[in-house]
C-alpha cells in the first residue's frame, strides 16, 4: 500500500497567547480569518506582527489562529540567521529554553524570553490514518519526495490526534532545498 501525503510549506508565522493578540493590538482585540489552513479550526489570521531579533527583523509576520496558551514564532534557519537569534529545532509547544524575540504590533510591543523555534518536519495524522497505516503517536518516519531534487526526510515526526488532518509540514529552507511546494505529495517510506 502506498502512504502518500500531501505536503504543506510552512513559511515563518506566529502563534500568540490571548494575553499578546491583546498588548499587541488593543484591549478585547480578537483575530480576524483570513483563511482557513489544513488542520481543521486552524487559520491564517488578518493581522500581522514585525518581529525583531539581535541582528535584524521581518516588518511583517503572519498571526496564525486561534489564539494560543504561549506565544510562539516559527522560522526556518536562515531566518534565524537573518534575525540574529538562535532558534532551537523543536516540535510546535516545546518552547522551554528556547530564544526570544520582540513582537512589535499597532499598539505595543512585547518581548518574550522563550518561543522561538524552528519547527521540527512532522506529519499530522488523524487518528483512522495512523491505525490504517499502523503509525504510533511520536514515531519518527521516514519520507521521500520525488522530482528533480527528490529527497528522503528522516526524523519525521508522526503527531497522531482525533482533531488532525493528513498533512505534512516542512519549512521554507527544507521545501526549497527539495524544489517542493505546498500541495505536492510525498510517501512515508519507513
Known sequence: MTKSVPVGVSARHIHLSQEHVEALFGPGYQLTEFKPLSQPGQYAANETVAVKGAK??????????????????????TDAFAIGV?????????????????????????????????????IHFH??????????????????????????????????????????HIDTDEANAAGVKNGDTAEVIG
Open 56 to 77: 535584524g527583523s521581518f516588518p511583517k509576520v503572519r498571526i496564525l489562529g486561534p489564539a494560543r496558551k504561549a506565544t510562539q514564532l516559527e522560522i526556518s534557519r
Open 86 to 122: 538562535n532558534a532551537p529545532v523543536r516540535e510546535s509547544g516545546n518552547i522551554a529554553g528556547s530564544a526570544g524575540i520582540t513582537i512589535i504590533g499597532p499598539a505595543g510591543e512585547v518581548t518574550i524570553e522563550e518561543g522561538v523555534i524552528v519547527a521540527a518536519r512532522h
Open 127 to 168: 487518528t483512522s490514518d495512523a491505525a490504517n497505516w499502523g503509525i504510533q503517536d511520536q514515531q519518527l518516519l521516514k519520507v521521500r519526495v520525488g522530482g528533480e531534487r527528490g529527497v528522503v526526510f528522516e526524523n519525521v515526526v508522526a503527531r497522531v490526534h482525533e482533531t488532525f488532518a493528513l498533512d505534512m
